[in-house]
């Protein structure tokens, strides 16, 4: 070996001594093999069940997944209850439309595990596996995920905010704000796939389709279908009264995993600003066009961001704790 190549294969070799193994590296696939053997089996049960009595729960799981990863990682943090001292994640303002039946399957998921194998598996690696199999009941790519996340000893709010983005956020924004945390553009563009599924409230749009251009002569956003925009103004009529109403993020088929949703934005049916915003920005489009005309690549490049984004920022080791409860910290339950 060349002297340079020598001395890059050795300080490449102290680095990893130094700060050893990074925590996404550390995690199994078979990490529960002899601790709770039938996880996967406990976990797929539950799910299929609720999904079946709910079926808005797999949307609403995909979403809390990932704002529990982009908000100090895939640690459970989200799951948390805010209590006297702690105003936590999940009554951030942007998480108060995560819904209910998502942070149930959890829940339920977990009690079914403790009575099983008490005290051994993270709420965190929980949320993980019960997404791959919601995603995949809806038809969606089923991909492995590695196991052995703890789940996180804070919860706050406040941090919550600038991890996340809103539908008016530019995809310069929104570019950056995946960046900075590892994710590429095509990355970015795949995982917003995921709006292929579930709703939006009305709220989240409204300013596309109401008074667009503010007093102008434009009544709603010009890069929308305009039949769409209409029946969006139907829809949406009494949304200030009624702020639960939502539609579908996919119009065509919002119950189906699949790559409509690309198709969508190339005719203008996209609901979110931010969706429809990629189909024209020149660092996206590409991927769109690519999605939308070949779901076999949406679903590879999905499930390879996704395994990604189930490994960012995990905690293991003492850097977390297996909750008995996923709700509440360890040092707080009974
Ligand atoms: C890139 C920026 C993103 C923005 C600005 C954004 C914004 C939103 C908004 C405003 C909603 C509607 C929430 C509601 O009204 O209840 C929503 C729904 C949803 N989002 Fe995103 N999102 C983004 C990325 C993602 C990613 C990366 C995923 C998953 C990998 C995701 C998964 C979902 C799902 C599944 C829903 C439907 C939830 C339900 O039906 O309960 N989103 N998103």
Do not use: W
């Not at 995690?27 to 299929?48: A, F, G």
């Not at 339920?108 to 709420?123: F, I, Y």
Request: proline residues 5%; aromatic residues 10%; glycine residues 6%.
């Amino acid at each position: 070996m060349a002297p340079r190549l020598l001395q890059l294969f050795f300080s490449l070799c102290l680095l990893f001594l130094l700060r050893g193994p990074s925590a996404s590296a550390k995690l199994t696939l078979d990490y529960y093999k002899t601790s709770c053997p039938r996880v996967h089996e406990i976990i797929s049960d539950i799910v299929t069940t609720k999904q079946i009595n709910s079926p808005t729960t797999a949307a609403g799981t995909l979403r809390l997944f990932f704002h529990d990863c982009f908000v100090s990682g895939c640690d459970a943090s989200v799951l948390i209850s805010t209590n006297h001292f702690n105003v936590a994640e999940r009554d951030a303002d942007i998480n108060l439309s995560l819904p209910g039946d998502a942070f149930d399957v959890i829940i339920r998921s977990k009690t079914a595990l403790e009575l099983q194998c008490p005290g051994v598996v993270s709420c965190a690696d929980i949320l993980a596996i019960a997404t791959r199999d919601l995603v995949s009941m809806l038809g969606g790519p089923f991909y492995p995920v590695r196991l052995g996340r703890k789940d996180s000893l804070a919860s706050s709010a406040a941090s919550v905010e600038p991890n996340l983005a809103r539908p008016n956020a530019s995809i310069d924004k929104i570019i950056s704000l995946f960046a900075s945390k590892g994710f590429t553009v095509r990355e970015f563009v795949a995982l917003s796939g995921a709006h292929t599924v579930g709703f939006s409230h009305c709220q989240e749009y409204s300013d596309r389709i109401f008074n667009f251009n503010k007093g102008g002569h434009l009544a709603f956003d010009p890069t929308m279908n305009p039949k769409f925009a209409e029946a969006l103004q139907k829809a949406c009529a009494n949304y200030l009264k009624d702020p639960t109403i939502a539609t579908f993020n996919d119009i065509m088929t919002p119950g189906k995993f699949d790559n409509l949703y690309y198709q969508n934005l190339l005719k203008g049916l996209g609901l979110l600003a931010t969706d429809q915003k990629m189909a024209a920005d020149p660092r996206t489009a590409p991927f769109v066009r690519l999605y939308a005309a070949n779901e076999t690549a949406f679903f590879e490049d999905f499930s390879h961001a996704m395994q990604k984004l189930s490994h960012y920022g995990v905690k293991t080791g003492r850097k977390g704790e297996v909750r008995r409860r996923c709700d509440v910290f360890n040092n707080l339950s009974a």
